[in-house]
């Protein structure tokens, strides 16, 4: 999925933007408590216009988003009424948030800063095993020990050849073992899903997992990818 993909869903929308949450996610109401974020930088990647970057600035120190779709970004601000200046072509700053506007596999940490927490709901999902392990990479070269993460994982059956993938708890395991402490938080069963009857499924969970860094470094750099069943177009 290189970046054309993202251009094209953003200028479509409606299903193609469907992985946009109209609504806080409720594990951010649960494990961003107020008393959490306060004097925290909070990270997002591939942020698209998440409500929930409206929540964590209400209590965090900072939020940074990284969006390489300017059109996501604009919306943000103004769906969220919020005015914004630019430093920089691609900076956009309203109070305490600052959206990006680059690739995130090309940032260093020169332009965040130190980050305290990292938020993914919609990115490791987003991305096909390849563009995964970059992504992989990239969270490793920007955080630093003691960093701690939020994210969030779909688990479904039969599977699909796009996003959002399936990843299991073992996968995450995979992905991050190494380096952090997992905290496998949720699970829910969620069979009101709308890709449930989307695609007929058999199960759907959704994973939350609390990470805690440990060790910089260490990142999987090769995995064996699942033999897939796809469910029918």
Same mark, same amino acid.
């Given at each position: 999925?290189?970046?054309?993909?993202? /251009?094209?869903?953003?200028?479509?929308?409606? /299903?193609?933007?469907?992985?946009?949450?109209?609504?806080?996610?409720?594990?951010?109401?649960?494990? /961003?408590? &107020?008393?959490?974020?306060?004097? *925290? +930088?909070?990270?997002?990647?591939?942020?698209?216009?998440?409500?929930?970057?409206?929540?964590?600035?209400?209590? %965090?120190?900072? @939020?940074?988003?990284?969006?390489?779709? $300017? *059109?996501?970004?604009? $919306?943000?601000?103004?769906?969220?009424?919020?005015?914004?200046? !630019?430093?920089?072509?691609? +900076?956009?700053? %309203?109070?305490?948030?600052?959206?990006? #506007?680059?690739?995130?596999?090309?940032?260093?940490?020169?332009?965040?800063?130190?980050?305290?927490?990292?938020?993914? #709901? %919609?990115?490791?999902? =987003?991305?096909?095993?390849?563009?995964? !392990?970059?992504?992989? #990479? =990239?969270?490793?070269?920007?955080?630093?020990?003691?960093?701690?993460?939020?994210?969030?994982?779909?688990?479904? /059956?039969?599977?699909?050849?796009?996003?959002?993938?399936?990843?299991?708890?073992?996968?995450?395991?995979?992905?991050?073992?190494?380096?952090?402490?997992?905290?496998?938080?949720?699970?829910?069963?969620?069979?009101?899903?709308?890709? @449930? #009857?989307?695609?007929?499924?058999?199960?759907?969970?959704?994973?939350?997992?609390?990470?805690?860094?440990?060790?910089?470094?260490? @990142?999987?750099?090769?995995?064996? &990818?699942? !033999?897939?069943?796809?469910?029918? %177009?």
């Amino acid at each position: 999925m290189e970046a054309k993909f993202w /251009f094209d869903s953003w200028d479509k929308g409606g /299903f193609y933007t469907s992985f946009h949450r109209r609504d806080i996610h409720p594990f951010v109401l649960t494990y /961003f408590t &107020p008393s959490e974020l306060r004097g *925290k +930088t909070v990270l997002v990647p591939l942020c698209g216009k998440s409500l929930d970057m409206v929540y964590l600035s209400a209590f %965090a120190d900072k @939020v940074i988003g990284v969006e390489i779709v $300017e *059109k996501a970004i604009i $919306e943000f601000f103004e769906e969220n009424k919020l005015s914004y200046h !630019q430093p920089d072509e691609e +900076t956009y700053v %309203a109070g305490n948030i600052t959206l990006l #506007r680059k690739d995130f596999m090309a940032l260093t940490p020169e332009d965040l800063g130190p980050i305290d927490w990292v938020y993914d #709901r %919609a990115s490791l999902v =987003a991305l096909p095993l390849d563009m995964r !392990q970059e992504y992989l #990479r =990239a969270i490793d070269r920007l955080t630093d020990v003691g960093t701690q993460s939020l994210v969030i994982t779909l688990e479904y /059956f039969p599977l699909i050849n796009s996003a959002p993938f399936s990843i299991t708890a073992q996968e995450m395991d995979d992905y991050y073992g190494l380096g952090h402490f997992i905290n496998h938080a949720e699970s829910p069963l969620l069979m009101q899903h709308g890709m @449930v #009857r989307r695609w007929n499924l058999e199960y759907l969970y959704e994973h939350g997992f609390i990470l805690s860094k440990h060790t910089n470094g260490l @990142v999987l750099e090769k995995s064996t &990818p699942v !033999q897939p069943v796809f469910c029918p %177009a």
